[in-house]
């Protein structure tokens, strides 16, 4: 129940007809270009920006407390 050779063959043969070889060879170089581009920003991603202070990375035990109570 697959596609044979000889359909792909037809297929082939009509976007051809319709579109023209040399358009079809800008589409696919397009195609490959707008792929490039996409793998190259995926592996240029920007690392997440550093945080800056004395205290990161700290625990700090004690009790929560509502802000009503702390400002007393």
């Known amino acids: 129940m697959g596609i044979s050779i ?4 037809v297929v082939l043969a009509i976007v051809a007809l319709l579109f ?6 800008t589409i696919g170089e397009d195609l490959g270009r707008a ?14 920006p550093a945080r800056q202070g004395k205290d990161e990375g700290k625990v700090i035990e004690g009790e929560v407390q509502p802000r009503d109570e702390q400002k007393s």
Do not use: D, H, S
């Open 20 to 25: 023209g070889t040399r358009r079809l060879g």
């Open 35 to 48: 792929i490039k581009g996409f793998r190259n920003a995926m592996r240029e991603e920007e690392p997440p």
């Open 6 to 9: 000889w359909q792909l063959l």
